[in-house]
């Protein structure tokens, strides 16, 4: 029961990120990948997985991630703020570095679905 509390909500939080996305200048891929992970969590709640979906999903949030992590680090070292900060065209690693943490949160929860899947395949085979 507790996993498919946490799932409706991750379900609703993950959609409305996509929803703030759409006045994004990049809206198409960052709604695009906000609401595979609602779908992905959304079918989870009902106890469906497709690891055909899911696998690769895993595998283009870890790929963008990293591809990201440079603008993590030069964010880092630099005295800026992720938040109240607008980018600039000399600070692109503010933006970047705020995708590639929405790209991390993403990450997790679909982690979290692969956990529930192979959890509860193994009760089932028990």
Do not use: C, H
Request: net charge neutral; charged share 15%.
């Amino acid at each position: 029961m507790l996993y498919k509390i946490v799932n409706v909500l991750l379900t609703l939080l993950f959609a409305l990120f996509a929803y703030f996305q759409l006045n994004d200048p990049d809206a198409i891929t960052w709604a695009f990948l906000y609401g595979f992970v609602a779908i992905m969590i959304g079918m989870a709640t009902f106890n469906r997985f497709n690891l055909a979906f899911l696998i690769p999903g895993i595998s283009i949030f870890t790929l963008y991630f990293f591809y990201l992590t440079p603008s993590i680090l030069d964010w880092i070292v630099s005295d800026d703020s992720l938040v109240g900060v607008e980018m600039t065209d000399d600070k692109p690693y503010i933006e970047r570095t705020r995708e590639a943490f929405g790209l991390l949160m993403g990450l997790v929860v679909l982690l979290f679905v692969l956990f529930q899947q192979t959890t509860r395949k193994k009760k089932v085979l028990q």
